[in-house]
């Protein structure tokens, strides 16, 4: 019987586990006699994430079951996080002596775990490999490079993140191409967040009561999404400050804007005295963290989209949502208009975010699903791992 660990830390690896977690369920259900050849399967969650509560909520949501193990690292600094995973992953590992451990995405758990297991000489698979930014300043960054070197067996989104490795001297036989396994997700629920009401939406999120008016009436047809989380924007005053005013004197003049506030991002504006002129303007709602579907829905629903999250990038892409990138640089290039995406770059340069705010504003969806962007690389993930280990036995 094959063994198993899949680790996620932060939401993130949340929506890119689920249909892993479900094609594996798909594959023991299926062998109805030969129950050797079933994967035993374990979900580790280290519990970095800020708020317990909401993970708890996003593992709901999506369907996934408890996690069979939880860590509870908790936050902290970048090394701590490390430091604490490390310790009691290796432990798990000891315990457990799985034949694979499975890493998503570009987080703290990434990290730690891939080199845990490769330090246990365990086989590691990366799911959502060799995505590059080219910014060394990204913690993310350094984590996705170490995590593609040490692992055995590299699962890439696109055929950009596909070259990169190959440039790096990855081997081919280490690599796979298998599509992008959050727009698996994305598949499983869009219809679920259709039926999402984006007034209720608002009003079971409202971050206070100073913004309790903007409920009372419905919000119109057209709006823009803001998501803002990332230390590059958020935290300096010189640069959060003038994104604050572009806000409140530009372009809430033009639409209404319906900002889910991350608790970096409120922190920062508090510490800045700038949340008062945001909390009750009449065209700017705030509002706490959102779970998967009430994302997904007013991903659907808005005009444009501002973000500097990469998973929004994505998900813009296939849904046709105008997205400004409110960042210098992507790993996901692929979710660029030059690519036949939906994303322009516009890092926090004021001058590029009101020009390409007023074209975004006149332009309608334009849906674009890369190649292998199928709802299908759940299934293509289990089978690379499958595949890898009929070779080994082979003696390939």
Not at 113 to 139: F, Q, W, Y
Not at 331 to 346: A, D, I
Request: glycine letters at 6%.
């Amino acid at each position: 019987m094959l063994k198993i660990i899949s680790v996620v830390g932060a939401r993130p690896n949340f929506i890119k586990i689920a249909p892993f977690v479900k094609e594996i369920v798909l594959f023991n259900n299926k062998l109805s006699t030969n129950k050797k050849q079933a994967i035993d399967h374990i979900l580790v969650h280290t519990g970095q994430h800020y708020d317990d509560c909401m993970s708890e909520y996003f593992f709901k949501e999506l369907e996934i079951p408890e996690p069979d193990i939880y860590l509870k690292v908790g936050s902290g600094s970048h090394s701590e996080q490390v430091g604490k995973t490390m310790i009691e992953f290796e432990k798990i590992l000891h315990n457990e002596k799985p034949d694979w451990v499975v890493v998503v995405g570009d987080v703290n758990a990434t990290l730690s775990c891939s080199v845990t297991t490769k330090k246990e000489n365990i086989k590691c698979c990366h799911i959502e490999a060799g995505l590059r930014s080219g910014d060394m300043s990204m913690p993310e960054e350094i984590n996705r490079i170490v995590t593609d070197r040490i692992s055995d067996l590299l699962l890439t989104p696109d055929h950009i993140s596909y070259e990169n490795l190959r440039r790096e001297g990855i081997p081919d036989n280490q690599i796979k191409f298998v599509g992008n396994i959050m727009i698996d997700t994305l598949g499983l629920n869009i219809n679920k967040a259709a039926c999402l009401n984006i007034n209720e939406i608002i009003t079971r999120n409202l971050i206070d009561n100073s913004s309790s008016l903007c409920a009372l009436s419905p919000v119109p047809d057209k709006f823009a999404l803001l998501t803002l989380h990332r230390p590059s924007n958020v935290d300096s005053k010189e640069i959060l400050e003038p994104i604050v005013n572009f806000l409140i004197k530009e372009a809430a003049e033009e639409i209404t804007i319906l900002w889910p506030v991350h608790p970096r991002t409120k922190k920062r504006l508090i510490d800045f005295r700038l949340y008062n002129r945001l909390s009750g303007h009449p065209k700017i709602i705030l509002l706490n963290p959102l779970g998967y579907l009430e994302m997904l829905k007013m991903n659907m629903e808005a005009k444009i989209v501002l973000t500097d999250s990469g998973g929004l990038q994505e998900e813009c892409t296939v849904i046709g949502t105008p997205c400004l990138t409110l960042r210098n640089n992507t790993e996901r290039p692929v979710t660029l208009q030059e690519y036949g995406g939906t994303c322009v770059l516009v890092g926090n340069n004021l001058t590029l975010i009101k020009e390409e705010f007023y074209k975004a504003l006149n332009k309608s969806r334009k849906p674009f699903r890369p190649e292998l962007w199928d709802g299908h690389t759940a299934e293509r993930c289990l089978r690379a791992i499958l595949e890898y280990e009929r070779q080994k036995a082979r003696g390939e």
